[in-house]
């Protein structure tokens, strides 16, 4: 005779399992903060994730399943600092989806950095959103104000302070952007007519922005020897900080060339000291050996570039302020390491894919002279890759538990295709400078932490399904500084917002990219 309990049992149908539009089975998680892994499921339902954990105790049945067997699964990797404008502006469908980030793994990137806001350099976040919104994108796209897209719009390219009536109309641009939903006041004073503000100009002007939440994101004034160096730049960006009462986040943090490398460890004592006493500081770096700027920035003085390139170009001319350039720019060459430090990479040019130091063989000129020749030609820009950072500094930053990944991506670096599997093969699989779980926590969930990203990052329920899955056995940058444009292998899927944007290791061609909006304090926009 049955028990009454079995009894009760045998008359009970069986519970209904859940229903998921996904379940990844099987992978290797790592869900974005955690320092060790589990082997279990990842259930999806919209574009949300509603289960992580062990395999047997899901409760979801997907109407699609993906074996994960021997890969990693964790939360899309976050770019916080790139230059893919032209792909969110782009005129196709196919230039909109962001391959060469899409392809890495990443679900979300900023732009807006380095001071220069939206696209050609306008102060412009709520039609930047609203174009992604209406046109599609691939990725989640977070923005900043652009401090030298504010200050060209009301002072243009002069060596010069505002008046008391710029500086207000500088910071009502600020207050609007960052009401639009920017994440904050990005700068980049390195970078003329921004490096021509004085630190009390951009203090009053970051306030607007740190009244309505925002970071200051820095390039910042120096990070080298070439006017205040790198140490004492690093202190006036955490002044500024201080005195706008905001969070202070360094981007693409480094020691450049020869006169600081080696010098890391100071760096980083400086910023530790500033942590210590409150400042929420923070930063970004990439796994490369060499920057991507141009010849411009790299070499010239800056008082060279006060009023634009038609009065550069003018300085030129004149033999006398031609000679003060020259004398400057050897300086400057030396600093980065010389004229074989410089990659030039501007395609379908001449020099393009040649070092500096073979230009000027060439030619039969010296190398300063070779670049004055290829700035006064290039109407649209230089572009180079300037090989300047010591491994040793690049090792002590990236280990650093406030430092976060970032790819700087911008056209002719491989960084733009390849930052983040070179990370993982470079400093995780060959130098082991770092975890397999350090890597994908500061590629993803603290990354969105330290931007107050809501709902991403981590692979939790209730947050966002933006899941990468990748082979560890092939996972692997493919792109080097002789061919940049080369797509990333080894992810084979890829979630946006609960969307497959990567299957069978290939895009499916959509675009589920989504705004990603600062949401101001109550009050701060009325």
């Known amino acids: ?88 502006m782009g005129k196709t469908a196919q230039e909109r989806l962001v391959l060469p980030w899409l392809m890495q793994g990443v679900t979300t990137i900023f732009t807006g950095v380095d001071g220069y806001g939206q696209p050609g350099g306008k102060v412009a976040v709520g039609k930047l959103f609203d174009h992604v919104k209406t046109n599609g994108v691939g990725l989640n796209l977070g923005t900043y104000v652009g401090f030298g897209a504010v200050r060209g719009a009301v002072i243009g390219e002069a060596d010069r302070p505002p008046t008391a009536d710029e500086l207000a ?51 910042q004034r120096d990070e080298s020897s070439y006017n205040i160096g790198v140490m004492n730049s690093t202190r006036e960006a955490i002044s500024i900080g201080q005195q706008a009462g905001m969070p202070v986040h360094f981007a693409h943090l480094k020691t450049l060339g020869v006169d600081v490398q080696g010098k890391a460890a100071e760096l980083v004592s400086i910023i530790d000291e500033a942590r210590a ?31 634009g390139r038609p009065a550069m170009l003018a300085r030129f001319a004149d033999p006398a302020q031609l000679a003060r350039i020259r004398t400057e720019m050897v300086e400057n ?3 980065r390491g010389g004229a074989q430090s410089l990659l030039l990479t501007r395609p379908g ?10 230009i000027a063989a060439i030619w039969g000129v010296e190398p300063v002279d070779a670049a004055l020749r290829i700035i006064r030609e290039s109407e649209n820009g230089t ?24 790819s700087d991506g911008s056209a002719g670096h491989p960084r733009m295709y390849a930052t983040f599997p070179q990370k993982y093969a470079k400093y995780v699989l060959q130098e082991h400078t770092i975890s397999l779980a350090d890597f994908i926590n500061s590629s993803t969930g603290r990354t969105a932490d330290q931007f107050r990203l809501q709902g991403r990052g981590h692979l939790r329920p209730g947050y966002y399904a933006d899941v990468v899955v990748f082979d560890p056995a092939t ?27 990567i299957d069978g290791g290939k895009p499916t061609g959509t675009a589920a990219g989504r705004p990603i909006r600062h949401i101001p304090p109550s009050g701060s926009c009325d």
């Open 333 to 335: 060459l030396r600093r």
């Open 383 to 406: 572009a180079v890759v300037s090989f300047n950072m010591a491994e040793g500094d690049i090792k002590l930053l990236m280990q650093q538990p406030w430092v976060v990944t970032s």
């Open 475 to 501: 996972y692997r940058p493919r792109a080097d500084y002789l061919n940049p444009t080369e797509l990333t292998t080894g992810v084979t899927t890829l979630l946006v917002n609960g969307q497959l944007a």
């Open 349 to 358: 040019l001449p020099w393009s894919g040649k070092r500096l130091s073979e």
């Open 1 to 88: 005779m049955l028990s009454a309990i079995a009894a009760t049992l045998l008359a009970t149908p069986a519970l209904a399992q859940k229903q998921a539009d996904l379940v990844i089975s099987g992978g290797t998680i790592y869900d974005g903060s955690s320092p060790t892994p589990i082997t279990g499921d990842v259930a999806i339902l919209a574009d949300r994730i509603v289960y992580v954990g062990p395999s047997a105790a899901n409760p979801y049945a997907g109407k699609r399943t993906i074996s994960a067997k021997g890969q990693i699964v964790a939360p899309g990797f976050i770019d916080p600092h790139t230059h893919a404008d032209a792909f969110f």
């Open 169 to 219: 109309r500088m910071k009502s641009l600020v207050a609007t952007g960052m009401c639009e939903g920017a994440l904050g006041l990005s700068a980049g004073l390195f970078y003329a007519p921004q490096s021509f503000a004085k630190t009390d100009e951009v203090v009053a002007v970051a306030r607007e922005a740190a009244r309505r939440g925002g970071v200051y994101d820095t390039h």
């Open 277 to 307: 006493k409150g400042l929420n500081v923070t930063a970004d770096q990439y796994p490369w050996e060499a920057s991507g700027s141009a010849l411009e920035p790299s070499l010239l003085p800056r008082w060279a570039l006060d009023g």
